[in-house]
């Protein structure tokens, strides 16, 4: 059974451009978080997604930021306009359909790591 | 708001010898998530503990969590350069299924 797999692995863009960063669930997850990770900084939540719902979105940035999680295919976050404050790791994680207990286990993938020039 | 403190910031230890982790949260906690993060890696996850006075064990790493639910710890035994990495603590904020971390204590073990 294969990890969160997250393309690519290292993206480098101007300021201005658009970055997209890629999330594949575990086989059988169908909850999908994203965490940004500044430099020097803890990890944040950005935004936790099911399929086709946005279910929290409270620690997206207002603008140039969005995610989806389309019926088919993977998770994606889209930066538009990227700045140089935009440099950062972002990380997907999955979690199992609550089966019950109180919280799921998140499994967290390798992270896109984001360079804006 | 609820926040994670992580103690200490950073370690640093010889082979062979023992050390704990602390995680302190300001507010009750509804769960406890350890994960371990190697540089340029992702988090890989390590244990969750829900209950008050949980204790649980993989190989040579054991958490806590305390009764009233508020402190974490993390012990390893016998220390190996294999556990050198950074620590974190996650916590589901109040009750939703989003995480908050602690900022992280970074192990170093030296032969």
């Known amino acids: 059974n294969a990890g969160v797999m997250q393309n690519p692995r290292h993206l480098v863009r101007r300021r201005g451009q658009e970055a997209r960063l890629r999330c594949s669930p575990m086989?059988?997850?169908?909850?999908v978080y994203w965490y940004r990770q500044l430099p020097e900084e803890g990890l944040k939540f950005m935004v936790y997604?099911?399929?086709?719902?946005?279910?929290?979105e409270s620690g997206m940035p207002k603008e140039r930021f969005s995610a989806e999680f389309p019926k088919e295919g993977p998770s994606i976050l889209r930066i538009q306009q990227v700045v140089r404050g935009d440099s950062a790791a972002y990380f997907c994680?999955?979690?199992?359909?609550?089966?019950?207990?109180?919280?799921?286990?998140?499994?967290f993938g390798p992270g896109t790591r984001l360079t804006v020039l | 708001s609820q926040e994670l403190e992580q103690s200490p910031q950073s370690l640093i230890v010889q082979e062979g010898k023992n050390l704990t982790i602390n995680c302190t949260s300001s507010?009750?906690?509804?769960?406890l998530y350890w994960y371990k993060q190697k540089y340029g890696e992702g988090l890989i996850f390590l244990m969750m503990?829900?209950?008050?006075?949980e204790e649980k064990s993989h190989e040579k790493i054991t958490a806590k969590l305390d009764e009233k639910k508020q402190q974490s710890s993390l012990h390893i035994t016998a220390s190996q350069p294999s556990h050198a990495g950074i620590y974190l603590c996650?916590?589901?904020?109040?009750?939703?299924?989003?995480?908050?971390f602690g900022t992280g204590t970074r192990l170093q073990v030296f032969p």
């Open positions: 507010k009750t906690l509804y769960g």
């Open positions: 086989k059988g997850h169908s909850h």
């Open positions: 994680a999955s979690s199992p359909p609550t089966s019950g207990r109180s919280y799921n286990e998140q499994f």
């Open positions: 503990l829900q209950k008050g006075g």
């Open positions: 996650g916590a589901p904020y109040y009750n939703t299924d989003k995480l908050i």
């Open positions: 997604l099911q399929k086709e719902n946005i279910i929290d």
